[in-house]
């Protein structure tokens, strides 16, 4: 079974900077495009950064200039550096990664449980 475990959330005054790291672990054949979403209070989920197995990458408007998200392939893992904080990114973030489990020929995508990021001075 494959999981995703994010860390690195929490509370942070308006302008700081906060990191946040998700891991893959598990029974992986192969990882794509890897993701952080978030979720505010009262609004769907959206999509803040992906980034493909090679590298490109996309940001929500809104995160441009502010956000960067990277991954190591080798070890699983997708991060996103977040500064200059605004009280509007303040939300659940959840890591997602599409996989193709060892052993499968099919991809699908996991979830992580969240983490709570709350700009806020």
């Known amino acids: 079974q494959v999981q995703l475990v994010e860390s690195g959330g929490g509370l942070v005054q308006p302008g700081g900077s906060l990191r946040l790291s998700c891991a893959a672990s598990?029974?992986?054949?192969?990882?794509?495009?890897m993701g952080w979403y978030r979720q505010a209070p009262g609004n769907e989920r959206e999509l803040v950064a992906v980034i493909s197995s090679g590298g490109s990458t996309n940001y929500l408007d809104s995160v441009k200039g502010r956000f960067t998200i990277s991954r190591d392939n080798a070890k699983n893992t997708v991060s996103l550096q977040m500064n200059s904080l605004k009280p509007e990114d303040t939300a659940v973030y959840y890591c997602n990664a599409w996989i193709v489990n060892a052993g499968q020929f099919y991809i699908r995508d996991y979830w992580g449980k969240g983490t709570l990021v709350t700009v806020s001075s």
């Open positions: 598990g029974s992986i054949s192969r990882i794509n495009d």
